[in-house]
């Protein structure tokens, strides 16, 4: 049988893979996208009901114009399949509190949310600890000295519906999905790439390598050495009191002064009685095949006692439900959007660093553009992997 060949074939199909074969399908590139699973599942990075998106992104100004231009991606999608992606609920980004001997310039995360949405005429506005209790009571306990700024712009996005929208969309427009089939080997010849699965093999011009967690071990050198696995725990707590929550509740980021600890969360799903907070750890790697996949309820336990309990009302410590995710982190936390140094023909996406969702629908239409005219409207040069040699 002949070898099946593509103009394009997109490795992982998750948030940016899923993204970037619907945005290569829609100019009606010949392209095909392979996952060793069937996504959206949950088995990488994109699952768990919920992520946060804003526009004001104090990870850097690079992401803003990403974050903007993926809401409006998810809008258009929204419309065009008859589906709910992003919940405009706003967001809140808080300092539980504040040093009164805090240097005049020093900056958190808080700080830099405010900063940014002034340089980008963003609409937001600057809360202190009584205007934040009083327009949100699950924020009672807070300190006097907390400040906030909220986004109301900003909300979650649903991952899971995200992803099957784009890859729906992919479909119809004459993509073609392989699904339940792993990328063993990415062999690169002068006119192309061959793509060795088990049992079977595809060509395509040019590869683009959206592998999440598993991206490492398929690409080798630099990327075995740049990207570290962190597995990350999901928990739904209980909710106690639902009157603590107004109806229009915000996503919300919390961290503790200078930055030391943060947990995020969003607001209640109508009919789930829950809760969901998280908060993230960087010290741990993992390997992708032998992530921990039980989440601890010991660890729980511990999130509600640090930083629920002692700056939000109306929750409960028992869980609803719980989850593993793995972020793929960079040495920088920032993206990885490039050239494979040592493999012509193939762009690796390393999106991740526990932020990557927000910007996944923009970057798939960028790096649909490269590959149709050569260059996208948003500049991906930020990302490149220059900045780690
Ligand atoms: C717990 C958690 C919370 C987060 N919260 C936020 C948030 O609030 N806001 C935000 O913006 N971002 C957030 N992020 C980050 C965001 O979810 C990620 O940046 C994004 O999901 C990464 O997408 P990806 O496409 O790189 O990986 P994935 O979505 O995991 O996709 C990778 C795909 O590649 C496939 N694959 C891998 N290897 C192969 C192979 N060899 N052959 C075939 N297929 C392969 C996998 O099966 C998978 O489907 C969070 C991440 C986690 C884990």
Redesign the pocket.
Same mark, same amino acid.
């Given at each position: 049988m002949p070898t099946p060949e593509f103009d394009v074939l997109v490795?992982?199909?998750?948030?940016?893979?899923?993204a970037t074969l619907y945005q290569l399908a829609k100019r009606g590139v010949k392209v095909a996208g392979?996952?060793?699973?069937s996504?959206p599942?949950d088995?990488?990075?994109?699952h768990?009901d919920?992520?946060?998106?804003r526009q004001a992104v104090g990870e850097g100004a690079a992401y803003v114009p990403l974050a903007i231009r993926s809401q409006q991606i998810w809008r258009e999608l929204e419309a065009e399949l008859d589906v709910e992606l992003f919940e405009q609920c706003g967001v809140l980004v808080m300092t539980a509190s504040t040093d009164p001997q805090r240097p005049a310039d020093a900056r958190d995360f808080t700080d830099n949310s405010i900063e940014l949405a002034r340089r980008y005429g963003i609409e937001h506005q600057v809360l202190d600890a009584g205007e934040i209790r009083q327009r949100f009571p699950q924020f009672a306990p807070l300190d006097d000295s907390a400040r906030g700024y909220f986004e109301p712009g900003g909300g979650?996005v649903r991952?899971e519906r995200c992803?099957e929208a784009q890859l729906t969309r992919a479909r119809q427009l004459r993509a073609t999905l392989i699904t339940g089939?792993?990328?063993?080997e990415l062999k690169p010849g002068a006119d192309g790439v061959e793509v060795i699965?088990q049992g079977s093999r595809f060509k395509a011009r040019q590869v683009i390598v959206?592998?999440?967690?598993?991206?490492a071990p398929?690409l080798g050198a630099p990327f075995d050495s740049l990207l570290r696995v962190c597995r990350?725990q999901?928990y739904w707590f209980r909710l106690d009191q639902p009157a603590h929550y107004p109806a229009r509740s915000p996503s919300f980021i919390l961290h503790s002064a200078e930055d030391r600890d943060t947990c !995020?969360g969003f607001p209640p799903i109508p009919g789930e009685g829950s809760v969901k907070i998280?908060t993230e750890q960087y010290e741990q790697a993992s390997q992708p095949d032998s992530l921990d996949r039980q989440p601890s309820s010991a660890d729980a336990q511990r999130l509600f006692r640090e930083l629920v309990a002692p700056h939000m009302a109306g929750l409960a410590p028992q869980l609803v439900k719980a989850s593993v $995710?793995? !972020?793929?982190v960079t040495p920088d936390s920032g993206f990885i959007i490039d050239r494979h140094p040592h493999l012509a023909h193939v762009t690796v996406?390393?999106? $991740?660093?526990?932020?990557?969702?927000?910007?996944?629908a923009a970057i798939g239409e960028a790096l649909a553009q490269q590959v149709v005219d050569g260059r996208s409207e948003l500049d991906l040069g930020s990302f490149s992997l220059q900045r780690f040699t």
């Open positions: 490795v992982g199909l998750g948030a940016m893979g899923a392979i996952d060793r699973f996504p599942h088995q990488g990075s994109s768990g919920t992520r946060i998106t979650f991952p992803i089939q792993q990328v063993l699965c959206s592998a999440g967690i598993w991206s398929l990350q999901l !995020y998280a $995710c793995a !972020y793929t996406v390393s999106a $991740c660093s526990g932020h990557g969702f927000k910007h996944s």
